[in-house]
T-cell receptor
Framework: DPKIIQKPKYLVAVTGSEKILICEQY?????MYWYRQSAKKPLEFMFS???????DNQTASSRFQPQSSKKNHLDLQITALKPDDSATYFC??????????FGPGTRLTVL | GEQVEQRPPHLSVREGDSAIIICTYT??????FSWYKQEAGAGLQLLMS?????DRKEEQGLTVLLNKKDKRLSLNLTAAHPGDSAVYFC????????????FGDGTVLTVKP
């Protein structure tokens, strides 16, 4: 059974719209993360949460908002989508703040 | 901020040969070092990780070497096989840890039969 679930696997959106990327982990970890992978920047850290509290935010834009409704959930809301937001978004989790395990990713395409 | 350089960007070896990938980092406060494997269309698989108090770690045909003086991390795949073909990334984080991993740009490894 997959231990980190990301939904949806593929997502197509139009410029200016809003989307939510879902992440759930069943590893019992207390920290969760979002990373982005695109052709321009292979793997880029976005956010980290520990015990549902924001630890680090490296996104330059407030259009990206993480949402943690439960300890094992960390969703990513993206508003006012732009074509440059097209990327694969990976969720990860860890027990401490070191060994991180990654989900399968959500591939977002913004037209 | 931390900068990580990874080389080579592409590496092709024959089955049974060794493959060595090297990363250099800039921040002397870097405390955690890891390697990931990404197969086509998939997520990242954690291969191995070490803290800064470890110079060498071996597991299942993989060797990680850490040279803190030169700020260099390497991954050695001994006796590579075609199933090892993938993209490999190093990833590091600082001692003041917020969980942020800084990744190298990746190495595309091709193992030919």
């Amino acid at each position: 059974d997959p231990k980190i679930i990301q939904k949806p696997k593929y997502l197509v959106a139009v410029t200016g719209s809003e989307k939510i990327l879902i992440c759930e982990q069943y590893l019992g970890h207390n920290a969760m993360y979002w990373y982005r992978q695109s052709a321009k920047k292979p793997l880029e850290f976005m956010f980290s949460y520990s015990y549902q509290k924001l630890m680090d935010n490296q996104t330059a834009s407030s259009r990206f908002q993480p949402q943690s409704s439960k300890k094992n959930h960390l969703d990513l809301q993206i508003t006012a989508l732009k074509p440059d937001d097209s990327a694969t978004y990976f969720c990860a989790s860890s027990q401490d703040l070191y060994e991180q395990y990654f989900g399968p990713g959500t591939r977002l395409t913004v037209l | 901020g931390e900068q990580v350089e990874q080389r080579p960007p592409h590496l092709s070896v024959r089955e049974g040969d060794s493959a060595i990938i090297i990363c250099t980092y800039t921040d002397s406060a870097t405390a955690y070092f890891s390697w990931y494997k990404q197969e086509a269309g998939a997520g990242l698989q954690l291969l191995m990780s070490v803290l800064s108090n470890v110079d060498r770690k071996e597991e299942q045909g993989l060797t990680v070497l850490l040279n803190k003086k030169d700020k260099r991390l390497s991954l050695n795949l001994t006796a590579a096989h075609p199933g090892d073909s993938a993209v490999y990334f190093c990833a590091v984080s600082a001692v003041t840890n917020t969980g942020k991993l800084t990744f190298g740009d990746g190495t595309v490894l091709t193992v030919k039969p």
